[in-house]
């Protein structure tokens, strides 16, 4: 027995956990005699602290076999220790008298302080077999690769001692497991029954002669419980102890332990118990990568880990690029290291259980493959042949009972990294590879198509687990999409991201569609300029106008030449260009383009239709802001009622008609027909949208501008706090909306007098609208208004004349002389000169 092994075996005999057993076998290598605890400590990841006091405790029930160690101090303590341990182990009887040989044929197994990350699993494991009352069975069960052969052999060696009637190790691989056990028996017990006999009475007769003391049988690899187990177990009797190691799933009627992959931390401590730890804390990033690469399964990181050792000058940046190039075929995973027991390579451990599956279940395990590696909604209810149904429900149940597919909850599950790497190489390898890869595809743009461009809190809720799957169709295999579809995943991904104002998630989509669209189908396609104005739209929403114009405008001539003048799509630039147009003040170019899409939109539509109430609404907006109230009203109106009808009551649009409603109400001073339609629009914003929405935010400002000018100053500093606070989280703190929010609050803060924390933030608004509006913007003059107002009543004057000429300069040009914030500033630019020089 080497020194290691003699280490554990007393380890269990003197009853130390998994982490005391770790700390004295380190502490009493030879090799490690001369270190001192805190680089022993190093060693296993704990701090010396915590070394110390295993070591106390080793020392503790030690004592109970070496009453001599009570009495020594710690160094004393372990060369006590040290000698008591040596003698034992060189054949002398000092220390106690020499306990019975333990008979065993317990397989090779790596040095325990090699085997990490399973000290619970060891725990449950001899926990569930001490619990019967009649013969104990527990199977380990887990997917390939995972560890399970290596676990009952840890067990049979660290819990040796337990099992004075022995440890009989049989392979259900190889030959009768009944001619195993009566070898076993023979051999080490001397038992031999007349040739003569049955097997089964042969049995009978070993297990009723069989040596004293609980007994451990471990059945390695089970593939047929009732063939490779059953007529071989013992009689029941609590002494008898049955283990069996298992890529099946059995019912619930045999307690089993579940193994797992290694967590993160674990599979570290494989890989660094492998590979020179200067190494891997060289590329912290990389190793980490590695690790989610190979899904921590024990089996490829320890084929990663000899296999790094054996090419000292490979960068680890280097192999992981060449392990997502080859996957499963590169030379590190693909075979197994002779130096270790496991005789087979990753895929070669998976095509084991692969064989053993029918055809419809290996297709399954393709198809589920090409989803994503991200929880997987899969359901056979929507299947309506009932034979077809029961076909793929097997195929499930076979691919679980195998380890090949985990159940996370009813209709959801999970391909581990590498099977999923499996199963994809298995359908490469297919003749139908193709034809298998442009059904899912056209399956996923069904799902694409149920998302619509303001999803609301029902479609986020039910399509978001779909999305991963989304984006593994654009980005891998969007070769398989038509023509008719190509640019739907994009699109639709765009759509749902940009829906929820998580901006920075939709851009990628919205580019990368324009990209896809130009490659696959030339610049002068109309999905090239739907790309390009969605993208464009986005840009609006975020604020970057001068990026939204150039492609609103390449997009509308686009549609133009491919379309025609008669075209809804035309129609449609035409709004989203005059909205950029309004954005940034330019509005009689606006209000052009505004009727020109409504009245294209009534010839193509007639009046019924959700785009002609957009029309409306948004002219109705221009309406309001250039102070044409009495033109603004019966859009708003007529835009209101159709959205209802055609909507309903419970749609964003509706909210947001009720919303620019009541804006004109408050602008007229109508404020007690504002404030119900406000608190609806909020009210119906959150229900549909989500507290976490721009709309909402919109809404908490405007209900908060009505409450200033009502004079209900605490509620509308808190609407404007909130209205403030979900603006910057969810647009960042360069945006439009921030710089309004900003702006408002410091109105509210100019009414209440207080002078400094309004100072603040009117310039803060000041700033930013000149870094994202331009120094030629209505809300430009607005904030040099504001700030002009404020310096006028906390005796600046000097500063005040100069910022009254710019914002008046800028409202007649961009304004116009008539409109009411050119009014409104030549009012208090009037009132500052006659007070000023009076």
């Known amino acids: ?134 013969v104990a069975i527990v199977a380990v069960a887990g ?84 063939k490779q187990v059953q007529p071989y177990l013992p009689p029941e009797s609590p002494r008898f102890k049955v283990l069996l190691t298992t890529r099946l799933g059995f019912d619930r009627t045999l307690p089993q332990l579940a193994l797992d992959v290694l967590k993160p931390l674990a599979a570290m401590k494989l890989l660094k118990s492998l590979v020179d730890r200067e190494r891997l804390k060289s590329e912290p990033w990389v190793t980490r990568e590695i690790r989610k690469f190979l899904g921590y399964l024990p089996l490829a990181l320890e084929l990663v880990g000899r296999y790094l050792d054996t090419m000292p000058d490979l960068s680890l940046e280097k192999l992981l690029k060449r392990l997502e190039k080859k996957r499963l075929e590169h030379e590190a995973i693909a075979k ?134 989304l984006a593994e169709v654009a980005i891998h295999l969007s070769q398989y999409l038509s023509d008719e579809d190509l640019i739907t995943p994009f699109t639709r991904l765009g759509f749902f991201y940009d829906g929820q104002a998580l901006y920075q998630q939709a851009e990628p989509w919205y580019k990368l569609c324009v990209e896809v669209a130009k490659n696959r189908l030339a610049l002068e396609h109309p999905y090239v300029a739907t790309s390009l104005n969605n993208l464009a739209a986005l840009y609006l929403s975020t604020g970057r106008y001068n990026e939204a114009e150039f492609l609103f405008e390449q997009a509308l001539e686009l549609r133009k030449r491919l379309l025609g003048e008669e075209h809804l799509d035309v129609a449609a630039s035409l709004n989203n260009l005059a909205e950029l147009y309004r954005f940034t003040g330019r509005y009689i170019k606006a209000e052009a383009l505004y009727q020109q899409a409504l009245e294209l939109n009534r010839r193509l539509l007639e009046e019924e239709h959700p785009d002609v109430a957009t029309n409306l609404n948004n ?29 309903g009551e419970e749609h964003p649009n509706v909210a947001n008609s009720l919303n620019n409603l009541a804006l004109l109400y408050h602008s007229t001073e109508h404020y007690s027909e504002a404030e119900p339609l406000f608190e609806q629009a909020l009210e119906l914003s959150r229900r549909l949208l989500g507290e976490e929405h721009p709309d909402v935010a919109n809404s908490l400002n405007n209900l908060a501008l009505l409450y200033r000018s009502t004079g209900r100053y605490s509620e509308a500093e808190l609407l404007f706090k909130q209205a403030l606070e979900l603006n910057r989280r969810l647009l960042g703190e360069e945006h439009p909306n921030v710089a309004n929010s900003l702006n408002n609050l410091a109105e509210l803060y100019h009414f209440t007098e207080h002078y400094g924390e309004a100072k603040s933030l009117f310039e803060q608004a000041l700033e930013m609208r000149k870094r994202l509006l331009g120094k030629e913007h209505p809300d430009i003059a607005i904030s040099l208004n504001n700030l002009a107002e404020l310096y006028h009543f906390t005796g600046r004057d000097s500063e005040v004349e100069p910022l009254y000429q710019q914002a008046l300069a800028i409202c007649e040009r961009t304004l116009g002389v008539g409109h009411p914030d050119t009014m409104r500033v030549r009012e208090n630019y009037a009132i500052f000169l006659r007070e000023a020089y009076r």
């Open 1 to 134: 027995m080497q020194w290691a092994d003699f280490l554990a075996n007393e380890a269990a005999t003197h009853g130390l956990s998994p982490e005391q057993t770790a700390a004295f076998v380190e502490r009493l290598k030879t090799e490690n005699s001369g270190k001192s605890e805190a680089k022993l400590a190093s060693e296993l990841n704990i701090g010396a602290a915590a070394f110390k006091k295993r070591m106390a405790e080793v020392y503790e029930k030690f004592a109970k076999s070496y009453p001599e160690l009570a009495t020594s101090n710690s160094r004393g303590k372990l060369e006590k220790l040290r000698a008591c341990l040596t003698n034992k182990y060189n054949g002398a009887h000092v220390a106690q008298p020499t306990i019975k040989e333990i008979y065993q044929n317990i397989p090779p197994a790596v040095p325990f302080e090699k085997f990490v990350g399973r000290e619970v699993e060891l725990e449950k494991l001899h926990q569930q077999l001490q619990t019967s009352q009649q």
């Open 143 to 226: 997917m390939g690769g995972v560890g399970k052969t290596e676990l009952a052999t840890q067990y049979a060696k660290q819990h040796l001692q337990n099992y004075q009637g022995g440890v009989c190790w049989l392979s259900a691989q190889g030959i009768d497991v009944g001619i195993q056990i009566l070898r076993f028996a023979e051999l080490k017990f001397k038992l031999i029954a007349p040739d003569d006999w049955e097997l089964a009475d042969r049995l009978r007769y070993c297990w009723e002669n069989w040596q004293q003391g609980e007994v451990l049988l471990v059945f390695d690899d089970v593939t047929d419980y009732k």
């Open 336 to 469: 197994a290291n002779p130096l270790m027991r496991y005789e087979y390579g990753v895929a070669e451990a998976f095509a084991l259980s692969w064989e053993q599956l029918d055809e419809k279940a290996q297709s399954l395990g393709c198809w589920l493959s090409l989803y994503a590696l991200a929880d997987i909604p899969f359901s056979v209810e929507g299947i309506e042949d009932d034979d077809e149904q029961e076909l793929n429900e097997k195929a499930i149940s076979d691919l679980l009972e195998l380890h090949l597919l985990q159940r996370l909850t009813k209709g959801i599950y999970r391909l581990h990294p590498l099977i999923r790497q499996f199963f994809q190489m298995k359908l490469d390898e297919s003749s139908n590879a193709d034809e298998v890869k442009t059904a899912f595809v056209a399956q996923m743009v069904e799902v694409a198509y149920q998302i619509h461009q303001q999803p609301n809190r029902e479609d986020i809720f039910k399509l978001t687990s779909h999305m991963p799957h």
């Open 619 to 647: 002219l109705a907006l221009l309406y309001g802001i250039t102070g044409c109230y009495s033109k603004a009203e019966p859009l708003f109106k007529q835009a209101l009622e159709l959205n209802r009808r055609l909507l």
